[in-house]
């Protein structure tokens, strides 16, 4: 725990909470339930080791800070996530209420441990060191085989080296689950469209061959569908899904639906995970007004992600 200042608020609780999640406790010292509430949090950052930060602003000497958090009544705690108040509550709550709410937001033991070997692998795929980054997740998944998050990472490492086989191999356990996450679907999709540009002999048309013809049939679904796999091959997944906006548009149901299906598999592998504390609203369950939650302006991946699903939904009505 420690006292933050309006000179020390934007290392201490917007820069931290960008890596560890930071709980800001607003108090006064005239204010009896503050007094029980804190050494109930000071326990709770104890026992949770280092999963959360907890601070602490005295709103009688921080009035600015006070007032930029909407803070009507006291105590009141605030979560911020990557620099966002995410949730809060107000008054003097148990230990046990304050793990709860603690607990909605913040990663599991096992979900850090599964965060930090994403990181190291990460790191190591930056530095071009792939054959580290392969161990990594491999000593991962040997470790937990049911490290989900780790298997994806591989999965994902294994296409982007062409290893297609061992790719398709790793994901076949996650493909026969009932049902299949739609993330490792999402990968069976690229998979394909690899698999085809390397197994069919249109994998190596040039994409004019198959503008031509579907100049002469705007109906021919096939030469179309070819197309976006190829497209998907070469990383041109915008106009892949333009390709099969096209078919589903026609025809929603024809071939089984799979530009429908590979549409979505494409969504899925260009959408970023979500953290926990991503899916909060503006106001807290306690009804705590999140200041700055409606300024947070959509990136540009995002917009065009939201855009093509906003597309899809009008094809399909």
Not at 85 to 99: C, I, N, S, T, Y
Not at 280 to 295: D, F, V
Request: proline share 5%.
């Amino acid at each position: 725990m420690m006292d933050v200042t309006i000179q020390n608020f934007e290392a201490e609780v917007i820069e931290a909470s960008m890596t560890t999640p930071v709980l800001v406790d607003f108090w006064a010292p005239w204010c009896a339930p503050c007094k029980s509430l804190g050494p109930v949090l000071e326990k709770v950052e104890t026992a949770y080791e280092g999963r959360f930060k907890l601070v602490k602003i005295n709103s009688d000497d921080e009035q600015q800070l006070a007032q930029a958090f909407g803070i009507k009544s006291l105590p009141t705690c605030v979560l911020l996530v990557n620099g966002q108040p995410v949730d809060g509550f107000m008054g003097a709550l148990p230990e046990g209420q304050v793990k709860q709410f603690l607990d909605k937001h913040l990663l599991a033991e096992n979900e850090l441990q599964a965060q930090a070997v994403a990181q190291v692998a990460q790191e190591q795929l930056q530095a071009g060191d792939a054959d580290s980054a392969r161990a990594t997740l491999e000593q991962a998944l040997a470790t937990d085989p049911g490290n989900d998050d780790a298997c994806f990472d591989l999965v994902k490492l294994l296409i982007g080296e062409g290893e297609l086989a061992e790719a398709t191999a790793l994901l076949a356990p996650a493909m026969a689950r009932i049902p299949v996450p739609l993330r490792f679907e999402a990968q069976t999709q690229w998979l394909k469209a690899l698999e085809f540009v390397t197994t069919d002999p249109r994998g190596q048309w040039d994409l004019d061959q198959f503008d031509a013809l579907i100049a002469q049939n705007k109906r021919d679904f096939e030469a179309r569908f070819a197309k976006s796999r190829l497209l998907i091959a070469i990383g041109q997944w915008e106009a892949a899904m333009d390709e099969l906006l096209e078919i589903i548009m026609r025809d929603k149901k024809w071939d089984n639906e799979t530009p429908r299906k590979t549409f979505v598999a494409l969504l899925e592998l260009m959408t970023p995970p979500k953290s926990k504390a991503q899916t909060a609203t503006g106001k807290s369950a306690g009804g705590i007004e999140l200041m700055g939650k409606a300024a947070m302006q959509e990136d540009p991946l995002q917009a065009m992600i939201s855009s093509y699903r906003r597309k899809l939904s009008m094809a399909l009505n």
